[in-house]
């Protein structure tokens, strides 16, 4: 469980590299992360090749019924704070999880990748995905599978009440 925690100012430069999160590389089997922040600075940015995000890099594996709620990331790099090749969000690069309830999340940043990008999850393979109450405002580049909230998912995931301001290309 992630709880409570704030990191401010990160450069974490993965070039190559798969599996990146502003808090967290990989979970697998994870549980839930509550009130948790990451602020990026001018000089901030989150750079890998795949599964990259800004709160967690890759989770998957994860029990049914995890609870993501009251996260946010927020960028004032005027550039693309979050970059990746496939796989990259605001909050989760990839999540490859079942049942699990999204709530109150918010991600103010520019997000570049290529395959599965996401203003909040780039590659949302999970199972009733439940989005709600969420928000996503920025600039989000990709060529395949891009998205405000997130890039690619399943049928099944349902998103209620969220918002997108963004320029998306």
Same mark, same amino acid.
């Not at 439940?130 to 399943?154: E, F, K, P, R, W």
């Given at each position: 469980?992630?709880?409570?925690?704030?990191?401010?100012?990160?450069?974490?430069?993965?070039?190559?590299?798969?599996?990146?999160?502003?808090?967290?590389?990989?979970?697998?089997?994870?549980?839930?992360?509550?009130?948790?922040?990451?602020?990026?600075?001018?000089?901030?940015?989150?750079?890998?090749?795949?599964?990259?995000?800004?709160?967690?890099?890759?989770?998957?594996?994860?029990?049914?019924?995890?609870?993501?709620?009251?996260?946010?990331?927020?960028?004032?790099?005027?550039?693309?704070? @979050?970059? %990746?090749?496939?796989?990259? +969000? #605001? *909050? !989760? =690069?990839? $999540?490859?999880?079942?049942?699990?309830?999204? /709530?109150? &999340?918010?991600?103010?940043?520019? @997000?570049? %990748?290529?395959?599965?990008? +996401? #203003? *909040? !999850? =780039?590659? $949302?393979?999970?199972?009733?995905?439940?989005? /709600?109450? &969420?928000?996503?405002?920025?600039?989000?580049? %990709?060529?395949?599978?891009? +998205? #405000?909230?997130? =890039?690619?998912?399943?049928?099944?995931?349902?998103?209620?009440?969220?918002?997108?301001?963004?320029?998306?290309?």
């Amino acid at each position: 469980k992630i709880k409570n925690l704030t990191i401010n100012g990160v450069v974490i430069e993965g070039s190559g590299y798969s599996n990146i999160g502003g808090f967290v590389g990989e979970s697998d089997y994870g549980g839930d992360v509550d009130n948790c922040t990451l602020i990026l600075n001018a000089n901030s940015k989150i750079l890998g090749s795949a599964y990259v995000g800004g709160i967690i890099g890759y989770q998957h594996d994860v029990p049914k019924d995890q609870t993501i709620h009251n996260l946010t990331v927020k960028s004032t790099n005027p550039g693309n704070a @979050i970059l %990746g090749a496939n796989g990259v +969000g #605001g *909050l !989760i =690069g990839s $999540a490859s999880i079942r049942e699990v309830t999204v /709530t109150n &999340c918010h991600v103010e940043a520019n @997000i570049s %990748g290529e395959d599965c990008t +996401g #203003g *909040l !999850i =780039g590659y $949302a393979s999970g199972l009733y995905m439940n989005i /709600t109450d &969420c928000a996503y405002c920025g600039n989000l580049s %990709g060529t395949y599978g891009v +998205g #405000g909230i997130y =890039g690619y998912g399943g049928l099944d995931n349902i998103i209620t009440s969220c918002k997108v301001d963004a320029t998306i290309t």
